[in-house]
């Protein structure tokens, strides 16, 4: 039966294909396809995973025979033989089985997919004491998947080279079948995980527009739905499902007429892209002769590629903290921060990039998990330069690696949530420190130019004292648009009071880009209102001449300011600023 699922449209295009559901717990367990000859490697990898969690539980059987009946938890000894029962249930082995030999699946991928199947059948048993039955299938699959990790195995080391090769199901009509991944939520670091994957497109229960996992599929350039709600529980695995991520609507079970819709739909978006690819080498220069420069956001040294293929003049912000995901128990130390930075740097062949300082806390936490109980506000607490300034070591060595890569071609720096004089005088004091002992130990260094953020109201008031302290500044409208309209930008409970075009914003926005021109600094928008098409002639009425966005939104913005004429967008953006409803004026 066909029905929608609505929610929040943030990756534009359309996605067709058969759905992923991943259990939020296990999101980091490895999907790929493998080669039919590894189809017999992958289910003894299940066989001997299984042999070693027999043998575990028959170790604990045997202690309990030693007990005394006192100490012999009658409960353990039925949980046990639970466990046992289930480990050799014909179904479960059967299905995984049948998900490597006939979809190719990985082991663990094929282990995730059987368990949905059968908790769904728990879950529909009448009586209680069945249901509850699913907690251990759960657990036992969780052993499974431990010891399956636990293991060295060659074909682990190739999903690199198989996803590249095998981005669709093969099936046995000779057509692809694309794969879509349903989940509950996927942290940033979950993101970077699938952005060289084989999924194209994704549904998640919660998110906002601009949450960091909206954020990341833009610059995948998939089609994407966040705050979906239940999506997770509805969609059933292997459904055919539809990912209209400019609408913000998913269809689960399309029928033939609605499903030959949206294939003509996805086809005039290839379309569209492709003739956009025309305006990729002409230079962005508005009607009236102002040039302008797009820039790329990034999130890993290797997306210069896709920066110099859309024909970005440099990178407006590479956002560092994606190098420390999941890195809490070791950071990245001051070598492997450089090589990642030059890296970068040489891949933009002379360009300019700008390394923004790690950012993390909030929506971004080193270990990629989302603890809401540990503060009320964590986007009002210790993140991104308050985090960095309670740590001098590390920063230090940030500094230090961001100093070495500009040996190798121009590098700024731009320092994130800064609000505070103190907070500006440290970070210069550290930056000269940094300097300093690279001098003394002899490592070659280069120049760079220190920018300031502009994303907490505070820093937007008193942007003379930022202006005397920096060469550039960058407007987080993200942050800048939470902060001033006091709302989780994460939270799709509120995301319909997330407005880039609430008078207040545009006045903050405006008056930044207005002081920087006259003091002759440049001033760039580095969030997602610059990326927004919608948004383009606004921006360029108030002067704004440098916009960061995601490689995949460069063309599109590029058209519409060669379709420009800044001479009379200067008058009519000012009635936009002056008018107490400018999201109307926008729209027409």
Not at 187 to 211: N, R, W, Y
Not at 413 to 441: C, F, G, V
Not at 483 to 510: K, N, W
């Amino acid at each position: 039966m066909t029905f929608s699922i609505h929610g929040l449209a943030v990756g534009g295009g359309i996605a067709i294909g058969r759905a992923v559901v991943v259990a939020a717990s296990r999101v980091n367990v490895a999907h790929y396809f493998i080669e039919p000859g590894d189809v017999r490697e992958e289910i003894e990898r299940i066989r001997c995973a299984r042999d070693v969690v027999i043998d575990e539980i028959h170790r604990m059987q045997e202690s309990i025979l030693l007990m005394g009946p006192k100490d012999a938890p009658h409960e353990l000894k039925a949980l046990l033989d639970v466990h046992l029962m289930l480990l050799q249930d014909e179904e479960l082995v059967k299905g995984v089985k049948d998900a490597i030999t006939d979809r190719l699946y990985n082991a663990e991928w094929a282990l995730l997919t059987q368990l949905e199947v059968i908790s769904r059948q728990f879950d529909e048993m009448e009586d209680e004491y069945l249901r509850e039955r699913k907690a251990d299938l759960e657990q036992i699959v969780e052993k499974l998947l431990r010891v399956m990790q636990g293991q060295t195995n060659a074909t682990m080391g190739k999903l690199s080279a198989l996803v590249q090769r095998k981005p669709a199901q093969s099936t046995q009509d000779g057509l692809d079948v694309s794969l879509v991944l349903v989940a509950h939520d996927l942290s940033p670091a979950d993101m970077l995980e699938f952005k060289q994957g084989i999924f194209t497109g994704f549904v998640t229960d919660v998110g906002g527009k601009t949450s960091h996992t909206a954020i990341v599929a833009r610059s995948m350039g998939i089609p994407a739905v966040v705050g979906a709600r239940a999506s997770s529980q509805l969609v059933r695995q292997d459904d055919w499902i539809i990912i209209d991520g400019d609408a913000g609507v998913v269809v689960v079970d399309p029928s033939p007429t609605i499903l030959a819709e949206y294939q003509l739909k996805q086809r005039q978006f290839i379309q569209n892209r492709l003739q956009l690819s025309d305006v990729r080498d002409l230079p962005a220069v508005t009607l009236d002769g102002q040039v302008i420069h797009l820039l790329a956001n990034i999130e890993r040294p290797d997306d210069t590629a896709a920066a110099m293929a859309s024909g970005a003049v440099g990178v407006g912000l590479f956002r560092s903290e994606f190098l420390f995901m999941g890195r809490l128990d070791q950071l990245p130390d001051e070598d492997e921060q450089y090589q990642a930075y030059r890296l970068a740097v040489e891949g933009m062949q002379g360009l300019p990039v700008t390394i923004r300082t790690v950012d993390v806390g909030a929506d971004k936490p080193l270990d990629g998990s989302l603890k809401l109980e540990s503060h009320l506000n964590p986007a009002l607490g210790l993140r991104a330069i308050r985090w960095s300034l309670t740590d001098p070591p590390m920063f230090l060595t940030q500094l230090r690696a961001i100093l070495r890569a500009a040996a190798h071609g121009p590098v700024k720096m731009l320092i994130p949530m800064l609000a505070h004089l103190n907070e500006i005088r440290q970070t210069r004091a550290l930056l000269a420190q940094a300097k300093l002992e690279l001098e003394q130990s002899g490592q070659p260094f280069g120049e760079i130019e220190l920018g300031a953020m502009i994303e907490i109201p505070a820093a937007a008031l008193t942007l003379k004292v930022f202006l005397k302290y920096f060469d550039f500044l960058s407007i987080g409208t993200n942050d800048l648009i939470q902060y001033t309209l006091a709302i989780d930008r994460a939270d799709e409970s509120v995301s319909h009071l997330y407005d880039p075009a609430h008078p207040a914003v545009l006045r903050l926005v405006a008056d930044t880009i207005a002081e920087g021109l006259a003091q002759g600094k440049e001033v760039s928008v580095c969030g997602e209102m610059a990326g927004d098409v919608n948004m383009t002639r606004l921006l360029l009425g108030l002067g704004l001449r440098s916009f960061s966005m995601h490689p995949s939104q460069i063309l599109t913005v590029k058209q519409a300011v060669l379709n420009a004429d800044v001479g009379q967008l200067q008058s009519w953006a000012q009635t936009v600023l002056a008018h107490e409803e400018p999201a109307t004026l926008l729209a027409g």
